[in-house]
Nanobody, 115 residues
Framework: QVQLVESGGGLVQPGESLRLSCAASGIINNRYVMGWYRQATGKQRELVAT???????NYADSVKGRFTISRDSTKNTVDLQMNSLKPEDTAVYYC?????????WGQGTQVSVSS
C-alpha cells in the first residue's frame, strides 16, 4: 500500500527554479531508496537523483551542480530542488521508492522549461 504523490511542477523560463516534493505513505521498512526520475516525450525514463535512508546521494551528470535531492525521514518526503533549469530538463518527473526489489512510483508531475 505504498503511495507516492508528487507536486511542484509547472512552466518556467530557462534559468529559473522549481522545487518538487513527493509525499510517501505506507512505507514500513526502515531501509529504502527514494529518488526522482524523468521522462521526456518520446524518450526513455531516466534517473535524475536518488537518496538512501543513510542520506547518500547520486545524481545524473546532466543535473549535477544544479539539482539537489533531500529527504525528511520524519515526514517520509523527498524533495528535488531544481536550479538553473534548462529546456532539456523538460519532462514528466516521477517520484520513486525502492524497497528491496520492489519499485513504487508516483503519478508524475510535469516540468516545462521554455522561453
Amino acid at each position: 500500500q505504498v503511495q507516492l504523490v508528487e507536486s511542484g511542477g509547472g512552466l518556467v523560463q530557462p534559468g529559473e527554479s522549481l522545487r518538487l516534493s513527493c509525499a510517501a505513505s505506507g512505507i514500513i521498512n526502515n531501509r529504502y531508496v527514494m529518488g526522482w526520475y524523468r521522462q521526456a516525450t518520446g524518450k526513455q525514463r531516466e534517473l535524475v537523483a536518488t537518496i538512501t535512508s543513510g542520506s547518500s546521494t547520486n545524481y545524473a551528470d546532466s543535473v549535477k551542480g544544479r539539482f539537489t535531492i533531500s529527504r525528511d525521514s520524519t515526514k517520509n518526503t523527498v524533495d528535488l530542488q531544481m536550479n538553473s533549469l534548462k529546456p532539456e530538463d523538460t519532462a514528466v518527473y516521477y517520484c520513486n521508492v525502492l524497497i528491496g526489489y520492489a519499485n513504487f512510483w508516483g503519478q508524475g508531475t510535469q516540468v516545462s522549461v521554455s522561453s
